[in-house]
């Protein structure tokens, strides 16, 4: 790789703070269950089970984000700010009706929600209080991602680093108070959370007003454009999300062993995936402008060079996660046989990370260019086209752990054949603001 580029200024610059932003998610979360923890068992267990539900949800509608970076950051390129400023409208119309839907069906549906995912008896009726209460933030957790895509759309990256910091801080705070302050338990980490999500909400609704537009009314033709590409980006996240719940079940059936090491490598593998974010998002913005600003060479030249950062990027992952094979998972766990689950899977965890790697890039300067429809079909091909079916011949040959992860590592693959062969044929590549 060149030592130098001229755009690797500008990646950096729109990579370390979306890298900050995509830090402060776990870093609440972390904080969150602290803070719960201490409550006692039944209370950390039922938010272990209400957050993979409202987990699961916000991840499904982060289409409110990667979709409206790609259509405000043409129009940007392409020097159309009113035209984003409509979109940017038209993202927050869209995220408080879909948030006021999920909410609504959330809080009705919190009881069997939590049966599904696995919860009975005290926790589950814990769970499913703490999931009603929860559920009313949920407009503003997709207006905060609807405000994210505008934001990164016209290349300003540090005011969503600001926001979501400032409301986490302001989410531990209030939690403190009102879980031990005012002796509220479980109930107060919801209300605290659901404040502080409010409060967001408002800062980043008002970014998304003050954008510059002719009209903010709700326009029906840019309604289902966004919509129409947010099916396709829901489609790409579900199969994805799909195919890591299907390695858990599987998992499960081989025995706690071979899940709580998978788990240890998975969560890894979600902390070092915001690196790879971070970059990924930087080719988002820039691939999306270049192409709406009619710049083909430059929209190659710079996807080029984020990928090679990229690779990179993945070949010190791997590096460290082998030399780091016999210390990482003991920071987790001391059972023995986790332990020992953990360094079967280890190498294949490993040897994926520069595959992963170009997979991340690839996919982030697609979605720059719009390509979601083309990125729906090829993740659905590589969950259920290859992982489903090794890691089910996994779990009726009794492969254990490396069945599960070899299948994890085909679908990267598959992934990455699949996104790449459709960045060098340059089909992507089209110029100009949307009509």
């Known amino acids: 790789m060149r030592r130098r580029s001229p755009y690797d200024r500008e990646i950096m610059r729109l990579a370390v703070p979306a890298l900050g932003a995509l830090a402060a998610e776990p870093l609440y979360l972390l904080a969150d269950t602290a803070i719960v923890g201490h409550l006692g068992t039944p209370q950390l267990a039922a938010l272990a089970l209400a957050a993979a539900v409202l987990g699961a949800v916000v991840s499904l509608c982060n289409f409110l984000t990667y979709g409206t970076t790609a259509m405000v950051a043409r129009l940007h390129g392409a020097g159309e700010d009113e035209r984003a400023g409509e979109i940017a409208a038209q993202a927050?119309?869209?995220?408080?009706?879909?948030?006021?839907?999920?909410?609504?069906?959330?809080?009705?549906?919190?009881?069997p929600l939590m049966a599904l995912v696995g919860g009975s008896g005290h926790v589950a009726d814990l769970a499913a209080r703490y999931l009603r209460l929860s559920a009313l933030g949920l407009p503003c957790a997709l207006v905060a991602l609807a405000a994210q895509g505008y934001l990164r759309g016209v290349g300003d990256l540090r005011s969503p680093l600001v926001v979501v910091v400032v409301a986490n801080v302001i989410n531990?705070?209030?939690?403190?108070?009102?879980?031990?302050?005012?002796?509220?338990?479980?109930?107060?980490?919801?209300?605290?959370?659901?404040?502080?999500?409010?409060?967001?909400?408002?800062?980043?609704?008002?970014?998304?007003?003050?954008?510059?537009?002719r009209s903010r009314r709700p326009h029906a033709e840019l309604l289902r454009r966004l919509t129409r590409m947010g099916s396709h980006i829901v489609v790409r996240t579900g199969s994805l999300l799909l195919a890591f719940v299907i390695a858990g079940a599987v998992l499960a059936r081989e025995g706690a062993d071979?899940?709580?090491?998978?788990?240890?490598?998975?969560?890894?593998?979600?902390?070092?995936?915001?690196v790879l974010d971070a970059i990924a998002i930087a080719g988002q913005v820039l691939v999306g402008r270049m192409l709406g600003a009619g710049r083909a060479a430059d929209a190659m030249a710079a996807a080029r060079r984020m990928c090679a950062w990229a690779l990179v990027a993945g070949c010190a992952m791997a590096?460290?996660?082998?030399?780091?094979?016999?210390?990482?998972?003991?920071?987790?766990?001391?059972?023995?046989?986790?332990?020992?689950?953990?360094?079967?899977?280890?190498?294949?965890?490993?040897?994926?990370?520069?595959?992963?790697?170009?997979?991340?890039?690839?996919?982030?300067i697609l979605l720059g260019a719009g390509d979601t429809r083309y990125l729906a079909y090829a993740m659905a091909f590589s969950a259920f086209g290859v992982f489903v079916p090794i890691a089910l011949l996994s779990l009726h040959q009794g492969w254990g752990v490396q069945g599960v992860w070899w299948?994890?590592?085909?679908?990267?693959?598959?992934?990455?054949?699949?996104?790449?062969?459709?960045?060098?044929?340059?089909?992507?590549?089209?110029?100009?603001?949307?009509?």
């Open 92 to 111: 927050l119309w869209l995220a408080l009706g879909i948030g006021t839907v999920l909410a609504a069906t959330v809080a009705a549906l919190a009881d």
């Open 172 to 213: 531990i705070v209030l939690e403190l108070l009102f879980v031990y302050g005012f002796q509220w338990g479980l109930d107060g980490s919801a209300a605290g959370t659901v404040l502080a999500q409010l409060g967001m909400g408002v800062a980043f609704a008002a970014y998304l007003l003050r954008a510059p537009a």
């Open 258 to 274: 071979s899940l709580g090491a998978h788990q240890v490598a998975f969560q890894l593998f979600i902390f070092l995936a915001l």
């Open 319 to 364: 590096s460290g996660l082998l030399v780091l094979e016999d210390v990482l998972p003991r920071v987790f766990t001391s059972d023995p046989d986790v332990i020992a689950r953990a360094h079967e899977l280890w190498p294949l965890f490993a040897l994926m990370q520069p595959i992963g790697a170009l997979v991340f890039a690839l996919d982030g």
């Open 407 to 435: 299948g994890i590592d085909a679908l990267m693959v598959a992934r990455l054949l699949t996104i790449g062969a459709r960045f060098l044929g340059r089909r992507w590549v089209v110029l100009g603001a949307p009509a």
